[in-house]
């Protein structure tokens, strides 16, 4: 029930202030768009609640980015308006990079690579010709895979998978054209199904399913063009009760 992203659409374009947050609801990003580009200072914040970057963008192009360090101050401060390529590495205090990437006018020309203090690869976030485009990859901080999937041309496409610290399938989703138009799928640490969310044009849409541990189905949910309409009830036998309207202020029980 997090939201993980809100924001304002005006004649189908994004307007006014943007912003993402993190799986446990903590702000990681804020924009401001005028006419679908952005402009003005866009900020990055760590999941520790940490500023990481600002950018200044003037009509949607990168101008400059100012990285901090854990005590807000200015770590280092880039001038993209400059010509040719300018390699962008941050470093952890004893030296060792944790943050690298290059760019050209303000456009990212390599993937952006965040690394942990012993160098192993903490993000891969892939860019080309400044949009996203290829493999992105994370990892827990133990090391193991979390999150594999694929950009093109600056939108996420194909079959996108999380993972648990000990590989097993953490949810799954598909994506096309940027948006999630299929099936996507949780699940519960010991491999059985959480939900099943039905999704059309990026909204719900369709029934929705959800499980307790061990396969039990508790609820379907019914969505119509992301608003939820309807649902239903399991008893104790697994029976599902009738369809019921969704009315104001209702409370479920399963």
Same mark, same amino acid.
């Given at each position: ?26 702000? $990681? ?24 970057n ?14 901090y360090s ?12 400059? %010509? ?8 952890? %205090?004893?030296?060792k990079? +944790? ?19 012993d ?6 976030? %892939? +860019? ?42 953490? !949810? ?19 491999? !059985?199904?959480?939900?099943?969310i ?11 399913e ?5 396969g ?9 063009n992301?608003?939820?309409? $309807? ?13 019921? %309207? ?6 479920? $029980?399963?």
């Amino acid at each position: 029930g997090l939201i993980l992203q809100e924001g304002f659409f005006v004649d189908g374009m994004r307007e006014q202030v943007w912003k993402t947050y993190y799986a446990d609801g903590t702000l $990681e990003n804020e924009n401001f768009y005028l006419r679908d580009q952005l402009v003005g200072i866009s900020q990055e914040n760590l999941i520790t609640k940490d500023l990481y970057n600002e950018t200044d963008y003037v009509n949607g192009r990168r101008t400059s980015m100012r990285f901090y360090s854990s005590n807000r101050k200015i770590e280092v401060d880039f001038d993209l308006t400059k %010509p040719g390529y300018q390699t962008v590495e941050l470093l952890f %205090p004893n030296g060792k990079a +944790r943050y690298r990437t290059s760019l050209s006018c303000g456009e990212f020309t390599d993937d952006i690579q965040y690394l942990l203090p012993d160098q192993r690869l903490w993000i891969v976030d %892939p +860019r080309k010709n400044g949009i996203n485009h290829g493999t992105y990859k994370s990892y827990h901080l133990t090391g193991e895979l979390q999150t594999q999937g694929e950009y093109m041309n600056g939108e996420k496409i194909g079959l996108w998978n999380w993972y648990y610290p000990d590989g097993k399938l953490s !949810s799954s989703a598909f994506f096309q054209n940027g948006k999630q138009d299929s099936i996507s799928t949780h699940f519960f640490d010991d491999g !059985s199904v959480s939900d099943r969310i039905r999704y059309m044009d990026d909204e719900r849409h369709g029934k929705s399913e959800i499980y307790c541990t061990g396969g039990h189905l508790l609820a379907e949910k019914m969505f119509v063009n992301g608003r939820f309409t $309807e649902f239903r009830l399991s008893d104790k036998s697994g029976k599902l009760s009738a369809w019921k %309207p969704v009315e104001l202020n209702m409370v479920m $029980e399963a």
